[in-house]
């Protein structure tokens, strides 16, 4: 076990690591922790990255260890602070400010970034990300704290290229307002630039698995398609779509009430709230009658975001989608978008049931928030993003993927 001992420091602490016989392990202080992640002289993260145990079990003791939980929690104040200098700000936490490649600057990507809490989250998430040739709408739940508002357009407003949402809504789980929250961000975005190729919507809790021009290249070799998972919809979520929900008290509950037939007859599809969709899509979304008569439809079921997308890449004349045919069903694992891990789906390695290994951090909500141990096997996954990750939690994972992302783009550059 380590135990950590703590010092005052002028924007919250130093502390010391000392081992069982009291001997000093090289220390970290909240400057390192909030201008460059945990240091170096802390977590190995190339040993994490190749799975060596001792690091891994290294990691994993510092991040249960109660004073480092308490160290590791940035306030939404330093935030608020920290970017009234935004030009201090960019060169602090290192933003890349220029385009690194022609082939970059001439592919943009569009993003929609849902949000509802965790400012430190987001911000490294959206430092990950940012490429000043992007363009990035952000929505941050009507529901949400002051604080986080607050933070959150505090960080947006020193960046040109990024936005918050023109209407915010207050989102509930597996209710409409989750889909409504990135609709009113494809508004913004269709309608504030024309040269983006590429929509992708995140939440708070993502982080990218590929550098900026590795999800370049990844998406113009689908050649004007598109990459979400739409699949036959499995009989146990027949439910969601057959039955009316409504909100009550803020939470999503069944009525009794039979939906009537889908409009056009349109074949309901499963998928995930997360896709990778060109332009033309995004277009069909906002304008195309069909859609918006199954808008409409949907916005009585429950968690419309695990099939509306996944249907509507199925519907014919729509810019990169498939046929309805069976032979066409992506599921999330083939698809580029986004891998989460199911604790369901997990087991070990040869088993005819398991899909991915065992979590290495914890579950919320049956699904995996990643710890460092699951490092090794995410980098190796051909998704472009990854959830969900808990600086909160697991600082160490979300520091080594960003140092890993960095120095891969920089040796891109060179």
């Known amino acids: 076990s380590l135990i950590l001992g703590l010092l005052p420091f ?6 010391r690591v000392l081992d069982l016989h009291g001997q000093e392990i090289p220390c970290l202080d909240v400057n390192d922790l909030l201008s460059n992640g945990l240091s170096d002289k802390v977590c190995n993260c190339s040993a994490i990255l190749q799975g060596e145990k001792e690091a891994l079990l290294k990691a994993k003791l510092l991040t249960i260890t109660k004073d480092f939980q308490k160290i590791i929690q940035i306030p939404d104040e330093y935030y608020i602070n920290a970017t009234k200098d935004c030009r201090k700000f960019k060169i602090t936490r290192k933003y890349i400010t220029f385009p690194l490649s022609k082939e970059e600057q001439d592919f943009l990507l569009a993003y929609s970034m849902v949000v509802h809490h965790k400012v430190q989250n987001f911000e490294r998430l959206l430092r990950a990300i940012y490429a000043p040739q992007n363009i990035y709408c952000v929505h941050v739940d009507k529901k949400a704290p002051a604080s986080v508002f607050i933070a959150i357009n505090a960080i947006t407003s020193c960046f040109p290229n990024v936005f918050m949402v023109s209407k915010p809504v207050d989102v509930v789980y597996a209710g409409w307002t989750r889909v409504q929250a990135d609709l009113n961000c494809m508004a913004d975005l269709y309608n504030t630039s024309t040269n983006w190729k590429y929509f992708i919507n995140l939440c708070g809790q993502d982080f990218p698995l590929k550098t900026n021009l590795e999800i370049v290249q990844a998406l ?3 050649k004007g398609g598109n990459s979400l998972e739409s699949e036959e919809m499995p009989q146990g979520k027949k439910r969601r779509v057959m039955n009316v929900y409504q909100v009550i008290d803020g939470q999503i509950q069944q009525t009794g009430k039979t939906k009537d037939p889908t409009p056009f007859n349109l074949p309901i599809l499963s998928g995930n ?11 069909s979304v906002l304008e195309d009658e069909r859609i918006q008569a199954l808008i409409e439809w949907a916005k009585d079921t429950y968690s419309p975001d695990e099939f509306l997308w996944a249907t509507i890449q199925r519907m014919s004349g729509v810019p990169g989608s498939t046929w309805p045919n069976r032979k066409f069903d992506m599921t999330d694992m083939n698809a580029i978008a986004r891998m989460v891990k199911w604790q369901g789906h997990e087991g ?3 088993s005819l049931q398991a899909v991915y290994p065992e979590c290495k951090g914890h579950h919320v909500r049956s699904i995996c928030v990643y710890g460092a ?3 090794q096997w995410l980098i190796e996954q051909h998704h472009l993003f990854a959830n969900k990750f808990d600086a909160d939690r697991d600082p160490i994972a979300i520091y080594c993927l960003e140092k890993y992302l960095r120095h891969k783009a920089l040796t891109e550059l060179d």
């Not at 002028?10 to 502390?15: E, R």
């Not at 709230?273 to 277009?283: D, L, P, S």
């Open 220 to 222: 113009r070799s689908l």
């Open 348 to 350: 070990s390695e040869g």
């Open 273 to 283: 709230a997360y896709i990778v969709v060109n332009r033309g899509y995004i277009h």
């Open 10 to 15: 002028h924007l919250g602490y130093s502390f």
């Open 373 to 375: 141990g699951d490092l």
